[in-house]
């Protein structure tokens, strides 16, 4: 029995996303939970022609629908709007990632946990510092997705050389899931050979992807529909590591580097960061492995020194949210 | 093109095209948001490319498509049949009809927008008036109820594949005009009740005003109904773009799109539409499969479906030609 549980999942990414973890073979029980219009949602899904179950979850019911879970997905929360940053929707989106966490911490302590609600740089923190209050915080089973900066990369490239294929190459991703934290490894992609306008011009659209669709949608929110194809593509290699137990996967992922404290003592003691989005390579535990960091070219090296201070900035923040208000 | 593109239905049923290899250019058209979603989806790592098209820009959105899916409309809410949404939906559809004609006459059509049973009817007026109605190229996508039945059935019984069992369902596109042949299926009705036959072929029929209850007001299917779009789509462009054979899909259409096998049920029953199991070639409509043998219970439902059907069709049919 392998239950997914969605929290936020009548939201604008929530819905696609859960009609794409409709269509798991790997899912048995997928359980929607959200604030409203969760039943809806469930009753719609449940239509579908695939074997899993779908039940929906309102407020009152955050235990039932949390209770057995083996994996959780949480975009809950809300978007941005033009002009704001990530970091804007911290006070509003930490509350929520917090009772949820405490949700987890109650109903279903070994699950794991893939976070979508922005600013992730911060929502990752507040996750694990809920969750080890209760004394029920495994790295290795907490994820902040940033997949959706390695779509757009191989995207981003495939529309400046489009001899390549955008399905299959993979783009390392580093750092976080914002703005000047997301740094692309463009330089580990085989036969790449961009010029230095091409790399500024590509870096920042990567970086700042997620402002282009929000102001596209001009106020009507932001990327929705892409971010249920990451989510989902994300949570579909964690299911086929831990439940399926296929080995070799790698997605790069924003995670606590203590799920892996050999391979990341070195990188943690010069940077003196808790948190970092690197290749991960999962097995059943979930995070089987941290890789090193890549090569870097010089390019590069400046975008990482650019990151660094901003995500200290940002993962103090959401754990400041927990430990902080502990404080009496 | 997705003609409704950011609405309930066409942005999960635009993001599920998004991922599949057979399209190059999927553009997006809606009256509001459209370059938004456009934008959303442009970033997904698959090739084809995406275009946002707003209310002005309907004729560029359509010119030179293949295939043109319409989702666009609006929702039903608790209590209203699928013929309350007439006269709004009419109008549009009626409206991208002509769009259609003018700018990309020999696409294939799949309409999703309600009462199905009528909109294609309209579909087809609008095309006749131009001069480039082909009955090969012109669907209501009927798929949910499809989809609905495998897996309503696979509820009954776990040992049946709903993936992978796919169920014949005929007549049209709502309550009593939806006629699953769960007759056909091996070694099942047999087993059942008939207060089981009863509510199984009532949850198939009613099962979109199952969601429009659930969601009280919030709308009417739209993930299941994208999925099952999507599913249509995705067969049609098979058959018609990959060259694909003996792919068979229930789907609504107007019989002449195969006149040679219809003749006899077209002349018994007096319909130019009905949902029948229909084989897909490079020009849409390959065959259009006959009726099968039914069962006494099914041919209660048929008998039932007729008359219902021939008035939506004539309200569609009319609502063009002013007949």
Not at chain 1, 71 to 76: G, L, R, S, W
Not at chain 2, 29 to 35: L, R
Not at chain 2, 183 to 205: M, N, W
């Amino acid at each position: 029995m392998v239950k997914v549980v969605i929290c936020g999942a009548a939201g604008g990414i929530g819905q696609p996303l859960s009609l794409l973890l409709k269509q798991s073979d790997l899912i048995s029980h997928l359980a929607l939970y959200d604030v409203v219009n969760a039943p809806g949602v469930a009753a719609d899904l449940s239509h579908i022609n695939t074997r899993s179950i779908v039940t929906g979850h309102g407020k009152e019911a955050m235990d039932e629908a949390l209770q057995g879970a083996h994996t959780v997905v949480i975009p809950a929360g809300v978007p941005r709007k033009p002009g704001m940053t990530r970091d804007d929707l911290f006070k509003i989106n930490a509350g929520i990632v917090r009772d949820l966490s405490e949700g987890i911490a109650k109903n279903c302590p070994g699950a794991f946990v893939l976070v979508i609600s922005n600013p992730v740089n911060s929502t990752v923190p507040i996750v694990a510092e809920v969750l080890k209050r209760h004394g029920a915080f495994d790295p290795r089973r907490v994820f902040g997705i940033s997949t959706l900066d390695v779509v757009r990369s191989s995207r981003f490239v495939y529309e400046l050389d489009n001899s390549i294929d955008p399905r299959s190459t993979r783009v390392t991703v580093i750092g976080g899931h914002s703005g000047v934290t997301i740094v692309p490894v463009l330089s580990q992609i085989s036969g790449q050979k961009f010029t230095k306008e091409q790399l500024d011009l590509l870096t920042h659209r990567i970086q700042y992807g997620g402002d282009e669709v929000v102001k596209a949608k001009d106020g009507a929110g932001s990327a929705t529909l892409s971010m249920a194809y990451a989510g989902a593509r994300f949570t579909s290699v964690i299911l086929e590591a831990t439940v399926a137990g296929k080995t070799g996967l790698v997605e790069s992922t924003y995670v606590n580097l203590y799920a892996d404290e050999e391979s990341t003592a070195a990188f943690r003691a010069k940077t003196q960061l808790e948190y970092f989005a690197q290749d991960v390579e999962f097995g059943r535990e979930g995070v089987s492995k941290i890789r090193p960091l890549p090569e870097l070219s010089a390019y590069e090296q400046t975008l990482l020194d650019a990151a660094i201070p901003e995500l200290k900035v940002n993962i103090t923040k959401g754990t400041a949210f927990i430990t902080d208000a502990s404080k009496i | 093109v997705v003609c409704g593109a950011a609405g309930g239905i066409g942005q999960p049923l635009s993001l599920l095209l998004k991922q599949s290899d057979l399209i190059t250019d999927l553009a997006l058209y809606d009256v509001v948001n459209a370059p938004g979603v456009a934008a959303d989806l442009s970033h997904i790592n698959t090739k084809s490319t995406v275009t946002g098209h707003g209310k002005e820009d309907m004729d560029a959105a359509l010119k030179g498509a293949h295939t043109v899916i319409i989702p666009a409309g609006v929702p039903r809410k608790p209590g209203m049949t699928r013929d309350d949404l007439f006269k709004i939906n009419a109008g549009i559809v009626a409206g991208l009809a002509e769009g259609v004609a003018k700018n990309c006459p020999g696409a294939f059509v799949l309409v999703i927008s309600n009462p199905v049973n009528s909109t294609v009817p309209i579909v087809a007026e609008v095309l006749k008036k131009h001069g480039v109605f082909n009955p090969k190229k012109v669907f209501g996508i009927s798929t949910l109820d499809v989809v609905r039945s495998s897996r309503f059935v696979s509820e009954v019984k776990p040992s049946i594949d709903p993936k992978a069992t796919r169920i014949t369902v005929v007549g049209g596109h709502s309550g009593v005009t939806i006629v699953p042949l769960l007759s056909k299926i091996p070694g099942f009705v047999e087993d059942l009740s008939k207060e089981q036959l009863d509510a199984l072929t009532h949850r198939i029929q009613y099962g979109g005003d199952e969601v429009v209850k659930a969601k009280d007001g919030a709308g009417s299917a739209t993930l299941s109904m994208a999925y099952a779009g999507a599913r249509f789509a995705l067969t049609l462009l098979e058959a018609t773009v990959a060259g694909k054979t003996g792919l068979v899909e229930s789907s609504y259409v107007n019989l002449d799109a195969d006149a040679e096998s219809t003749a006899s049920f077209k002349a018994k029953h007096d319909l130019d539409y009905f949902a029948l199991d229909v084989e897909f070639g490079k020009e849409g409509v390959k065959h259009i499969l006959p009726l099968p043998e039914v069962s006494a219970y099914e041919q209660t439902l048929l008998d039932a479906a007729f008359p219902e059907l021939k008035t939506n069709i004539t309200k569609g049919a009319s609502f063009v030609t002013g007949a």
